[in-house]
């Protein structure tokens, strides 16, 4: 059986510029991490009506509580702050930031600090 060819990403990113800031983000997270939404609820121990309430967070119909929110964000590998974030660079950033070692975000501070 062949695989359906996948939408080009600029068809993908239509579907989902629409939605609340949540909603986008969540998704963004999920792909970008590779996981089923499934499989994200099992990651962050979402477990009553877990793909209910994951295809409800997914579509922008709920937002989750932020206890929940910080369980997806270690699920998915993000800083929380990431589904809140309107702005795709500062949510960019904040990925990048993420991705840091402690020693690495104390020399980016001090190098930020001093350039001001």
């Not at 359906?4 to 990403?9: D, I, M, T, Y």
């Not at 970008?32 to 994951?54: F, H, K």
């Not at 922008?60 to 369980?71: D, E, L, M």
Request: charged residues 30%; hydrophobic residues 40%.
């Amino acid at each position: 059986m062949t695989k359906a060819p996948e939408k080009p990403a600029r068809k993908r990113q239509a579907s989902i510029d629409g939605l609340p800031v949540f909603a986008r983000r969540f998704v963004e997270a999920r792909e970008r991490a590779g996981m089923t939404l499934e499989q994200v609820a099992v990651a962050a121990e979402i477990e009553d009506a877990a793909s209910v309430r994951m295809s409800q967070y997914q579509r922008g119909v709920h937002t989750p509580r932020f206890s929940i929110a910080q369980n997806l964000a270690r699920a998915l590998d993000v800083p929380v702050e990431y589904f809140y974030s309107p702005d795709d660079q500062t949510a960019e950033l904040l990925l990048q930031w993420h991705a840091l070692s402690r020693a690495q975000k104390d020399r980016l501070l001090k190098a930020v600090e001093e350039s001001r």
